[in-house]
Every structure is written in structure tokens, then in C-alpha cells.
């Protein structure tokens, strides 16, 4: 039985992979019943995920948050963090895009939680700038700011440069917005020059925007 749901999820995540999202969830929606029916919550993680996947390919929002949770929970239980902290990403994005900022939030939170219970820092810092992107649409500059600060630092120890480089972006953006403008110039002059020195003309733009505001 276990090796059939297998073969079943695994078709499923093929035709995702192939572009084929509607195919997909038919298969993959078959592979979690199986899964659920069975109780084995290492198949319910492989078939939850890649279904949500296929319905946000699909504009399914609601269906594809749906999932996001049942995977979520499963890789959790299997103590399999990474994925399970990925999927809460997913689902927080999706919120965010249907304009459920406290939601969103609310979803990277429990990813930065999950992340740091696998010891995985650069998860918890990428789950840091998201919270930071929620609490920015929500009007909270400062903890915003401080979070932004947060994942930056953790990029930087890690030599994660294009990271640093768009957190610095970030950064003096929000200062902008909080008209701490003096501020703003130095992060927002780093960065551009990382990219332009990278050849990413449009980033580079984009800070240079920013600085010319400041």
C-alpha cells in the first residue's frame, strides 16, 4: 500500500514539474486521500505539498492554502523542518497576495519558529524578511526595520552577498518611508553598487531610486 501511494505522489509531482498543475492535482489529490485513509504522515507531507504547488500554479488560492497547511503539519510531525518551514513561506505569500497582512504574518512567524527549531538559520532569516515585508504593508516601520536588520546580519555571517545586498535595499527603503532619509543613503548606495558591480541593472535601478529619493 505505502509503495502504491508513493508511485501515486510521485506521478503527481512529476506532471507538476512538467507544467501540468491540472493533471497534478487530480493525481495528487488521489495520493493524499490514500494518504489520510492510511494515517502515514510522511506520505501526507509529499502529497500536500506539491498539491498546493499545483493549485497556486493555478490561482487556486484558498485550495492551495488549504494544503499548505496539511503539509505544513506533516513535515513538522516527521521532524522534517525545512520543507515544513518552506510550505509556511508558501502560505504566508498567499495570504499576503489576497491582502491578509495579519495572516501572512502570522504564517512567518511560524516559519521563523519551525526554522529555528531545525537549526536552520538562513531559513529563519529569509522567514525574518518576509515578516518584515507583512509588517511594512501593515505600518509597522520600526519592527519592520528591526527585522529587516535582523535577517541582514544573519545573511552577512553567512556570506549570502546578493541577501545582504537586497536587505540593504530594504533597509533604506523603509527609512525612506520613515523620513530617517541621512540614514537611508548609506545601505541604499551599498547596494546598488553591489549590483551594478553584478551587472543586475534593473536591482541597481531600483536603489539608485531609492537613493535619489533620500
Known amino acids: ?93 498567499l495570504h499576503g497576495k489576497n491582502a491578509r497582512q495579519t495572516r501572512a504574518l502570522e504564517c512567518f512567524i511560524r516559519a521563523f519558529n519551525i526554522f529555528q527549531t531545525g537549526g536552520d538559520a538562513f531559513g529563519a532569516a529569509r522567514a525574518k524578511d518576509r515578516m518584515a515585508a507583512a509588517l511594512i504593508d501593515l505600518d509597522d516601520l520600526p519592527q519592520a526595520l528591526q527585522h529587516i536588520t535582523d535577517a541582514m546580519h544573519t545573511f552577512e555571517h553567512m556570506d549570502s552577498f546578493e541577501r545582504v545586498a537586497y536587505s540593504k535595499y530594504r533597509m533604506g527603503k523603509v527609512l525612506v518611508l520613515m523620513g530617517k532619509y541621512v540614514q537611508a543613503v548609506e545601505p541604499l548606495r551599498q547596494s546598488a553598487k553591489f549590483y551594478r558591480e553584478a551587472s543586475d541593472w534593473s536591482s541597481a535601478a531600483l536603489a539608485e531610486a531609492q537613493l535619489a529619493e533620500a
Open 1 to 93: 500500500e505505502h509503495d502504491l501511494n508513493r508511485a501515486v505522489y510521485s506521478m503527481g509531482y512529476c506532471q507538476y514539474r512538467l507544467g501540468e498543475a491540472a493533471e497534478a492535482v487530480v493525481t495528487l489529490k488521489q495520493a493524499l486521500k490514500m494518504s489520510q485513509d492510511s494515517g502515514n504522515a510522511r506520505s501526507i507531507a509529499h502529497s500536500a505539498g506539491p498539491l498546493a504547488d499545483s493549485y497556486s500554479e493555478q490561482g487556486q488560492d484558498d485550495e492551495a492554502i488549504a494544503a499548505y497547511e496539511i503539509a505544513v503539519d506533516a513535515f513538522y510531525e516527521i521532524e522534517d523542518y525545512y520543507p515544513a518551514g518552506i510550505n509556511c513561506l508558501a502560505m504566508g505569500e
